[in-house]
């Protein structure tokens, strides 16, 4: 019921001692007790619940990998899922063929939609790597925001200096190749590019690139915020 969003896990016990929970024609009142999503058959409060078990996963995409479920011609973030796990996936957002890092994968159509929709804003953050030194008055334009043609002005973003070179870039939107404009904006040129947070959720750097694993419950709750 909580993964449903029905309720709180407190709310489900307290439901469950009420009565209002029935396994197979039979109410329940113990919330210790085993259900099995796959053979038992749960309503609450007369209806029934349909349990689909979303599976969520983070990436770290390597270069030359393209963000797609199939491809003509190159290798994409699907076929380096394992084939037994790989129906119904598909990659929340797009990250460039030649861009690296975190992306999500996920089963869950519904999440996808509603997190890849034009309202939906979550901060993304890039590790850059320029080909010219950064200038102060450059991070200044970054942050304020920068015309890209075709798309307006960029909404304010974060920089970090972290050395001459490099610079972390936190965007709040999803503009095509949106990094690279905005480099190119300030006269300026990306050479690596790397995502390495979506909203809350960091990419777990012990993962090797084209290295995948589930999101953690803590991960999962972020991602559905
Ligand atoms: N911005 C880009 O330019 N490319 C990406 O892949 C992601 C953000």
Do not use: W
């Not at 993964?3 to 469950?16: G, H, P, Q, V």
């Not at 969520?56 to 995409?61: D, E, H, R």
């Amino acid at each position: 019921m909580c993964d449903l969003n029905i309720c709180t896990r407190s709310e489900a016990k307290s439901f469950i001692k009420k009565g209002l929970v029935n396994v197979n024609g039979e109410t329940v009142k113990d919330p210790g007790a085993h259900v099995d999503p796959d053979s038992d058959t749960v309503f609450y409060k007369g209806e029934k619940l349909k349990y689909i078990k979303n599976v969520y996963f983070m990436l770290n995409k390597p270069a030359g990998i393209v963000s797609a479920v199939t491809d003509d011609k190159d290798k994409t973030v699907i076929d380096l899922f394992r084939s037994e796990n790989r129906k119904g996936l598909v990659p929340v957002g797009r990250l460039d063929k030649d861009t690296h890092g975190l992306i999500i994968i996920t089963d869950d159509g519904d999440l996808c939609h509603h997190l890849t929709s034009p309202g939906h804003h979550v901060p993304k953050t890039y590790f850059v790597g320029l080909k010219d030194p950064i200038t102060d008055d450059s991070l200044l334009k970054l942050e304020a925001g920068v015309e890209l043609k075709g798309d307006g002005i960029t909404k304010p973003a974060k920089t970090l200096k972290l050395n001459e070179k490099e610079i972390l870039l936190t965007i709040n939107e999803g503009m095509y190749h949106q990094v690279k404009r905005m480099a190119a904006a300030v006269g300026n040129k990306v050479i690596y590019l790397k995502r390495i947070g979506i909203g809350d959720i960091k990419l777990d750097e012990s993962l090797k690139e084209g290295e995948y694993r589930q999101l953690t419950k803590e991960e999962l709750l972020l991602l559905k915020k």
